[in-house]
């Protein structure tokens, strides 16, 4: 069934739910923020909500918690002014937690996943979220939305040479073949190690995967650009190679601790990511893809 939409803005993604809104056709609610000295947030939605489906638009990229937080006083104060809510977290956090890698860690995507299903919220989408594992937790219904399609519709308009998407580790090999199918090329993933006590990331410079990629302009497509040791580790691997050029493609570009400078230091070419977490490479909207499924979701 058809309801009026609005969105709400959230402190951490304005820009993006003006963009979201436009497309929409919808309503663009302001979310007023008020940061204590103590560092807690509170929030208040400047708008009717009454008898509408609110879009609340909030990306939980760091400061990790605050937003998080935020993003859940939206959601309980919108279902309070008589709202039916789509939470729209375009960057999930915690979701790289999705389960107990050394003894006695906690889940942290689990505690997460309950805050969202009891929030109120109706139901829930996000993009390119890290795992299904992550995305199980959810339990109202919660769709993941692919930023693949627009970053490769980015690079279709480059010249590139005998172009080759590369996922830094196995884990995103269906991404890379996902890139790769939309560009109209091959794709393939590399053996990446990650150390779990000292996080360390190491790249097997004989795989045999690398055999491909020599004279070709290597494309490495990841979800997250964390401290950027991967996509470090992965350009120093395809140059060793004989790759041509190396481009980087992600969707969340969290970009901390000097990550943009290593891995133009390591020789890419270029990196591009998407609006959900705003940085200096968001070259990409995902409002286009997110709207796709909000308006599925409000048929
Ligand atoms: C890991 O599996 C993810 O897909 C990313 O590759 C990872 O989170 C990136 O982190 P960093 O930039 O710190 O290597």
New binding site residues.
């Given amino acids: 069934m058809k309801e009026k939409l609005c969105v709400l803005a959230g402190p951490a993604s304005k820009d993006l739910a003006k963009n979201v809104a436009k497309i929409l056709n919808a309503e663009l609610i302001d979310v007023e923020l008020k940061i204590f000295p103590d560092g807690e947030s509170k929030v208040r939605i400047d708008g009717d909500l009454h008898g509408k489906l609110a879009v609340i638009v909030q990306s939980t990229y760091p400061p990790v918690d605050t937003h998080l937080m935020q993003s859940l006083f939206m959601i309980g104060k919108a279902v309070k002014m008589g709202a039916s809510v789509c939470a729209v977290i375009p960057y999930l956090a915690y979701a ?1 937690q999705d389960k107990e890698f050394l003894h006695g860690e906690a889940v942290s995507m689990e505690l997460v996943g309950n805050l969202f299903n009891s929030s109120g919220a109706k139901n829930l989408v996000s993009v390119d979220v ?1 795992s299904q594992m992550a995305l199980s937790y959810l339990k109202i219904p919660a769709y993941n939305v692919s930023a693949v399609p627009l970053l490769a519709n980015y690079f279709k308009s480059q010249k590139l040479a005998q172009p080759l998407a590369v996922s ?2 196995t ?2 090999a269906a991404r890379a073949q996902e890139f790769a199918r939309n560009i109209g090329t091959s794709s393939i993933a590399l053996p990446k190690f990650r150390d779990r006590n000292t996080g360390e ?1 190491t790249i097997d410079l004989n795989a045999p995967e690398l055999k491909t990629a020599k004279g070709r302009d290597a494309i490495l497509i ?10 470090v580790k992965a350009t120093e691997a395809l140059l060793k190679a004989g790759c041509r050029k190396v481009f980087v493609a992600c969707t969340h570009a969290l970009l901390l601790n000097g ?1 943009l400078e290593k891995i133009m230091n390591a020789g890419a070419s270029e990196v591009v990511a998407t609006n959900t977490v705003p940085s200096q490479v968001s070259k990409v909207d995902v409002a286009p893809a997110i709207c796709d499924q909000v308006s599925k979701l409000n048929e």
Avoid: K
């Fill in positions: 790289r890290h830094p580790d884990g995103g990331v990841d979800d997250i650009i964390s401290t950027g040791g991967s996509i990550a």
